[in-house]
């Protein structure tokens, strides 16, 4: 697995989403690696860890991750979302805290969780890989960026970024896919003591800033949600100020305040 190492100061392992890979968050790393170590995750199937071999599952990819990191914050954007909360609630002796960046513990709506998106939306794009693998991410990308103050900027640097480490594997995609569409770790939160922080994009239209807040406050320990106007899905790209802002916030002191 490909980990980039950045930076000077205490730890931090970022964790990027689906059909990505670590590079898309050069505009938080380069504000950031002053201030943290920061471990920049390929995850399994993209970028530079498109041969590695580890399935794209909860356990798999959390174990592969905690043996090549120090204790450290875990932050993850969308699906890292989903790792960095698996992590920090199965591993507790590995993850001090976590940042849960436009990831909320459950993403597709269900009769008991209101504000999660359509699970046709998964469907749909896991037949389009199959039929039109570039045309499909090219959807996925114009959809985190809609409504965005931003989005044309947030479509462009997207994209730009979506090929520049290799294409990502189709298999590994669809595994990827699944986790969103059927990952469900709200009975996990009870068990998250690690403080935790949380941030939203107003205008996100994938990941609905009240499912995070709905999440927060259903773990045990600590936690703030924080959400940023006029932001949509990737937030770190258009308001990596803002973003970095609470992620020193949280992790440059000893605990976060409930």
């Not at 949509?232 to 000893?254: K, M």
Request: with cysteine; charged share 20%; hydrophobic share 45%.
């Amino acid at each position: 697995m490909h980990i980039d190492v950045i930076g000077n100061g205490p730890p931090l392992v970022l964790l990027h989403g689906w059909a990505m890979h670590g590079g898309v968050f050069a505009p938080l790393v380069a504000r950031l690696r002053d201030r943290f170590t920061l471990h920049v995750v390929d995850l399994p199937g993209h970028g530079l860890s498109r041969d590695c071999g580890v399935p794209l599952t909860l356990d798999n990819v959390v174990d592969a991750v905690a043996a090549h990191v120090p204790v450290a914050p875990w932050c993850g954007w969308s699906l890292g979302g989903l790792f960095a909360l698996h992590a920090a609630t199965t591993r507790p002796h590995a993850v001090s805290a976590i940042a849960m960046l436009c990831a909320s513990a459950r993403f597709v709506r269900g009769e008991d969780w209101r504000f999660g998106v359509s699970p046709e939306i998964f469907r749909d794009f896991a037949n389009g890989l199959r039929e039109d693998y570039r045309g499909t991410l090219d959807r996925f990308v114009a959809l985190e960026a809609f409504g965005s103050d931003h989005a044309k900027e947030e479509i462009r640097a997207l994209r730009d970024e979506l090929f520049t480490r290799g294409e990502p594997s189709a298999h590994v995609l669809a595994d990827g896919l699944d986790l969103l569409k059927t990952g469900d770790l709200r009975h996990a939160l009870p068990a998250l003591h690690a403080p935790s922080v949380w941030i939203a994009g107003r205008r996100d239209r994938l990941v609905d800033a009240r499912a995070m807040r709905d999440s927060a406050a259903l773990a045990a320990g600590p936690s703030q949600v924080h959400v940023i106007d006029h932001a949509g899905h990737a937030p770190f790209l258009t308001h990596a100020d803002e973003v970095a802002t609470h992620l020193a916030a949280a992790f440059l002191q000893d605990s976060l305040r409930a």
